[in-house]
């Protein structure tokens, strides 16, 4: 529809001088320039190209046959070059270019608007494809920046879902000995308590069955959760760490980096889970080799504070090397905050990571208290 509007338009518009002049002969060619400026247009789809060759062959070859182009036309050379910017590579729209340079710089000297006019359309041709060109950079490094965008998010998904697969296989066997104890304690009831009445008998052997079957569906997830289907030999199996383990990770820490590690325990030492224990141990222990590796040598301490409804954890270093990022702004630095955030969301507490006042970075976790039971 624009096509034909613009062509119609600069139809009339070369019909009416041309009924003024006396050669028959100009009209013919009047007619075909301005068709050859403006029908193309219709074609701008699906042969751009070809299109935008007519076009510009037209408009620069008019001002040679003794008239300018007619109005129609000027749009119609506008559009096709913006959308050659906008859909093409910048080496063909420098191609295109090129006719209009050379116009503008050796005009014939019978060209009707002379030099002026040569200059102006090229001004107009350059905005035009300059225009189209500069939407399409935008448009790449739009899309260029939400697929890198997907594709750290996906990363961090994926370390995220790592880093819980590995925390429920270290929180196992800690569940499972709890589930353990439960189905012997309950099996012992049964068969030591005097006078012990049927009812309260079969309701002890179905929690120990329950307890039973409740273990063995563990292990089976705990299979689906392993990166390898194997299982580990007995040999390397070991209980997991608490915060009875604390000070060694420490003094090993210290003879690894070189540097001063300080443990400071604060508040009234009250027993926890094992789970929340394994937690806390995990934090420092991830705390401590982000500090050996950002900030070699620094002194780093580690402070527990026993607080009412909480466990306080806070390692903070005074190093002047490069602080931890977060994993959410640069994926490839590493998942240690992102596993540290995942274990105290899972324990029902909040972290916090910064830098701190005087340099170095400061890790503090706040894990809600649970008194282990009697």
């Known amino acids: 529809m624009a096509a034909a509007a613009l062509c119609a338009a600069g139809l009339l518009q070369a019909v009416v001088p041309i009924t003024d002049r006396p050669p028959a002969a100009d009209i013919p060619l009047t007619l075909a320039l301005v068709l050859g400026s403006t029908a193309p247009l219709a074609f701008a789809r699906s042969q751009l190209l070809p299109a935008a060759a007519a076009v510009t062959a037209a408009v620069l070859l008019t001002p040679l046959s003794g008239r300018l182009p007619c109005a129609a036309a000027l749009p119609a050379l506008a559009a096709l070059l913006y959308l050659t910017g906008l859909r093409r590579s910048p080496r063909t729209t420098l191609l295109l ?7 503008a710089v050796g005009p014939a000297p019978t060209a009707a608007g002379g030099k002026p006019f040569g200059t102006a359309l090229l001004v107009g041709a350059a905005a035009a494809l300059a225009a189209g060109a500069a939407r399409r950079a935008g448009g790449e490094a739009a899309a260029r920046s939400a697929a890198e965008g997907a594709y750290a998010h996906t990363v961090l998904e994926h370390a995220a879902r790592g880093e819980r697969a590995r925390i429920a296989r270290e929180l196992h ?22 006078g012990l009445p049927p009812l309260g008998a079969e309701r002890l052997l179905a929690i120990g069955d329950t307890a039973r079957q409740a273990l063995t569906e563990m292990r089976r997830l705990l299979g689906v959760l392993r990166d390898d289907a194997q299982a580990e030999a007995p040999a390397t199996r070991r209980p997991q760490p608490g915060l009875d383990q604390l000070l060694t990770l420490v003094d090993e820490a210290r003879d690894t980096a070189g540097g001063g590690v300080r443990l400071v325990v604060r508040g009234r030492i009250t027993p926890l889970d094992p789970g929340l224990q394994l937690t806390a141990y995990r934090i420092v222990q991830e705390a401590l080799t982000n500090a050996r590796r950002h900030a070699p040598g620094a002194p780093v301490d580690v402070e527990l504070h026993y607080a009412e409804g909480a466990l306080r954890v806070t390692v903070r270093d005074i190093g002047a090397g490069p602080a931890l990022t977060d994993p959410a702004s640069t994926p490839d630095a590493g998942h ?24 170095g970075f400061v890790v503090a976790a706040e894990l809600p208290l649970r008194e282990a039971a009697a």
């Open 173 to 194: 066997d800690v569940v499972a000995h709890h589930i353990s104890t439960l189905s012997v304690q309950a099996e012992t009831a049964r068969l030591t308590t005097p």
């Open 336 to 359: 240690g905050l992102l596993g540290m955030r995942e274990r105290v969301a899972m324990a029902g507490g909040t972290l916090r990571t910064e830098h701190g006042p005087a340099g």
């Open 97 to 103: 270019a090129v006719p209009f340079v050379a116009y």
